[in-house]
């Protein structure tokens, strides 16, 4: 069997041509959105994914506004920012940027965003909305992992709405914003799902649910986690993982939480890193900002994308 590669840069340019058609539209109706990150310290992989939101910000014509703290930034100093852009008119959705040292609690921090500009849907609102089935905000990751599914199954002739009932859903990560909603996402669709973390690798039984993924959505910031030895043929895997690793050449590259090659000689189909599910992220972020901005000033309504 030779995988598919799912190409999300591919995808993310259908996506793009809408936004920007969206964004023409909101401004004719006097919407200006605006899109904050709030990056505290120094990680890599959140300085990396801060500048691709940046430049596509900048290159379909929405304002991005990146507020950066330091590393041993104090609980009051991230409260005042994420005040400051509550109150900003100009600013209609808010990303708080992960991981956070560990001074900074996302327990602490998501309940004061302004649950209208909560765009990634992790304040308890939100989510409350979210796992009830009828969301403000689909966070963006793993909104772009059901996209990148559904466009798959266009393609090979299976109907998205059904093509995951009764079909094994294993999703690996339980953070807030991806591993959580994600879970929430393949139950609407009548998946059987299974939810791992690291208590489940601590276990040595992450291996022992992998292997029963028809899907396999891995979201847990480990390079090469998941090898081709804990999948079973025809899986399709969906790589959420940004990791920066030392290549021979000395320079960082990013790498996702699957180990590619092995995986892809067993796999139908899966995601590459980069490539793969970040571009399609991007641009869902940035308009979940424009559907935030939307429900903000107007009476205009151009609703969630939905998925499938």
């Known amino acids: ?10 995808v993310s340019r259908d996506l793009r041509a809408r936004l920007l058609g969206e964004l023409a539209a909101v401004r004719s109706s006097k919407v200006d959105p605006g899109l904050a990150s709030v990056l505290v310290g120094e990680d890599y992989a959140a300085h990396a994914y801060e500048r691709r939101l940046r430049r596509l910000a900048e290159n379909v014509g929405c304002r991005f506004q990146p507020e950066r703290l330091p590393h041993d930034a104090e609980l ?3 409260l005042a920012t994420i005040g400051k852009l509550n109150a900003d008119p100009r600013i209609s959705g808010i990303l708080v940027l992960r991981p956070l040292p560990a001074q900074l609690s996302e327990v602490e921090l998501y309940p004061t965003l302004d649950p209208l500009k909560d ?4 304040h308890p ?3 409350g909305l979210m796992a009830r089935g009828t969301p403000r905000f689909v966070p963006s990751t793993p909104a772009s992992c059901f996209w990148l599914l559904d466009d798959y199954f266009r393609q090979t002739g299976r109907d998205p709405s059904t093509a995951l009932r009764g079909k094994t859903v294993v999703i690996v990560g339980r953070s807030h914003n991806v591993g959580k909603p994600a879970v929430w996402l393949a139950l609407d669709r009548g998946a059987i799902v299974v939810s791992c973390d690291e208590h489940a690798s601590e276990a040595g039984r992450l291996a022992e649910f992998t292997r029963q ?13 998941v090898t081709g030895d804990m999948v079973k043929e ?3 895997a969906i790589d959420v993982g940004i990791n920066p690793v030392e290549g021979e050449d000395g320079r960082v590259h990013l790498v996702g939480d699957l180990d590619f090659d092995s995986v892809a000689q067993r796999a139908e189909a899966l995601t590459p890193v980069p490539g793969g599910v970040g571009p399609v992220t991007d641009v869902w972020l940035v308009r ?6 939307v429900m903000q000033h107007t009476t205009l309504s151009i609703g969630p994308w939905p998925l499938f």
Not at 1 to 10: K, N, R, V
Not at 119 to 122: K, P, R, S
Not at 288 to 293: D, E, F, I, R, Y
Request: no cysteine.
């Open 1 to 10: 069997m030779e995988a598919t590669i799912i190409d999300g840069t591919a």
């Open 288 to 293: 979940n900002a424009v559907l935030a901005g």
């Open 234 to 236: 025809g899986v399709i």
């Open 119 to 122: 765009v990634e849907a992790v």
């Open 213 to 225: 993924a028809d899907v396999l959505i891995v979201a847990a910031g480990s390079p090469g986690l």
């Open 76 to 78: 009051a100093e991230a």
């Open 125 to 127: 609102a939100n989510a």
